[in-house]
């Protein structure tokens, strides 16, 4: 419960008052009798709302789906109610719904003692984390927002004809550290996002999957059930995941995993989730619109996780922008994307219809569209969640010029340049440098946070084709500006 914010109550407490008295007029219609339709409700809502309870109960026991366990929990409540009010005399019988009470209350207690034992217990984490037992007392939210193919302002200039300058200036007026000449590690999305999250090169993160097993899906199970996470959840934070249709970021191991936004709130929508009921019918007719409504979505998600909960929270978002299809125009107004398919990007884009103009165009728009949006979304979060640690990061560059299967045919210093920006109450020295790349930064934010002491790694780039996620083609000395690697060795440096 500490994801829901107390305003939120509300809404449902008169749903629920207002469903209860349906099913009491139903009750009674069918039954003709004030007690039995009374025992009827009474007891259909008490069953099916101890699901949780049974649901964790009776796992263990047989391993259900939650969706599986959901309809058979309604068929129980519907036979256990129909057989209490089968039962039932005229006579009213205190006792009888007395005892009922007293044995949900204490369902519920025991339910609210178990969440708070589990949201206090701090594991320490595993593997080659060194933790120093300091007691963390200040956990503030994280948000790592990834905005897929934001690339660095100078290469955006240079490689798309615009000037970023007013956004940056923008972020830099709110507190944010904006990186000059950063490179990613990767330049495709689940290569990068995977290495980001789980702090460390593919190599090393995929060592012990043979190579016969490694494929795109292994990238997708390691994003979602990823080491960031890990560390933050075992110290009490709640993980949640925006993300905005990307079909390979699937984050069912997450506390909450928000995709297209619902017009219902977070506690109504987890008391729904108990039942049959489904509420991601298709409603999209194509691509396009699916993607416009997914990017808008998200941001409204984005919007109602950013007010502080009683439960720290590290929340994970993918924006799939200002990567192609471009479907925004600056305004807000609906672009017709040129390209033929969605998800294309660099050589793939062009083969489908798009041409290196109609792409340089199509960013700008969207970039545009995306940067408000962003600015708009980073000013919520200062409002309502003045301490959150903000991290806005490309998960690579633009890709004007990536040919997806010739590293010679591929512009690697756009597509290696991507944004990189921070936000945060902590003093973070390491992060604030140039030459700070994905792999590095949550090994410096959780170092400081938690107390933990995760050496830096060596910053480096590696290009892969697209046929061979998994052949890594070192091109760090061949990017421009590439920085010196001073930081190799050391150890994130404690300021406090
Ligand atoms: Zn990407």
């Not at 990307?246 to 928000?258: E, G, K, Q, V």
């Amino acid at each position: 419960m500490g994801l829901i914010p107390g305003r939120d109550v509300i809404r449902p407490a008169l749903l629920f008052l207002g469903s209860s008295v349906v099913i009491w007029i139903i009750a009674r219609l069918v039954t003709r009798n004030i007690v039995r339709s009374a025992t009827f409700t009474t007891v259909f809502l008490a069953v099916l709302f101890s699901f949780n309870f049974s649901y964790n109960l009776g796992k263990s026991v047989i391993p259900w789906e939650r969706s599986d366990f959901g309809v058979f929990w309604l068929l129980v409540s519907l036979a256990v109610a129909t057989l209490s009010a089968w039962k039932k005399s005229s006579e009213p019988s205190p006792a009888y719904l007395n005892i009922f009470a007293g044995a949900l209350g204490i369902m519920t207690l025991f339910s609210l003692a178990s969440n708070a034992l589990n949201s206090t217990s701090s594991k320490e984490p595993q593997d080659n984390l060194v933790a120093r037992h300091r007691k963390v007392s200040f956990k503030p939210d994280v948000f790592y927002i990834i905005a897929d193919g934001y690339g660095r302002s100078d290469q955006l200039k240079s490689k798309i004809g615009i000037d970023n300058s007013d956004f940056i200036n923008g972020l830099r007026s709110r507190g944010f550290f904006v990186a000059n000449a950063n490179h990613s590690n990767y330049c495709q999305t689940e290569l990068s996002i995977c290495s980001s999250l789980n702090m460390n090169y593919l190599e090393e993160v995929l060592q012990n999957i043979p190579d016969k097993d490694l494929s795109r899906e292994t990238l997708s199970n390691l994003i979602a059930d990823n080491k960031v996470a890990q560390n933050f959840k075992s110290f009490g934070y709640k993980y949640i995941a925006i993300t905005s249709g990307f079909p390979a970021l699937r984050f069912s191991s997450a506390d909450r995993w928000l995709q297209a936004h619902r017009e219902i709130n977070l506690l109504e929508e987890t008391l729904i989730a108990q039942s049959p009921v489904n509420l991601s019918s298709d409603i999209l007719r194509n691509s396009v619109e699916a993607k416009r409504y997914n990017l808008a979505s998200a941001f409204r998600n984005l919007d109602e996780v950013a007010v502080q909960s009683s439960s720290p929270r590290f929340i994970f978002v993918h924006l799939l922008a200002p990567h192609p299809a471009f479907v925004y125009n600056s305004d807000g107004t609906f672009r017709v994307s040129e390209a033929s398919g969605t998800l294309y990007d660099g050589s793939d884009y062009m083969e489908h219809g798009g041409t290196p103009e109609s792409y340089r165009i199509g960013y700008a728009e969207q970039l545009k569209w995306l940067n408000k949006e962003l600015l708009r979304t980073v000013d919520v979060i200062r409002k309502e969640n003045n301490e959150a640690i903000i991290v806005l990061q490309g998960d690579h560059g633009s890709k004007v010029g990536l040919n997806q299967n010739s590293l010679t045919k591929t512009d690697i210093d756009e597509c290696f340049s991507n944004l990189f920006a921070i936000k945060s109450p902590v003093k973070l020295p390491d992060i604030q440098k140039d030459s700070t790349t994905p792999v590095n930064i949550f090994r410096i934010i959780q170092s400081e946070l938690f107390d933990l002491r995760m050496p830096l790694l060596r910053d480096r780039s590696y290009y892969s084709t697209w046929n061979d996620p998994f052949v890594y083609n070192d091109v760090t000395n061949q990017l421009s500006s590439s920085k010196d690697l001073a930081n190799f060795g050391d150890v994130a440096r404690k300021n406090r």
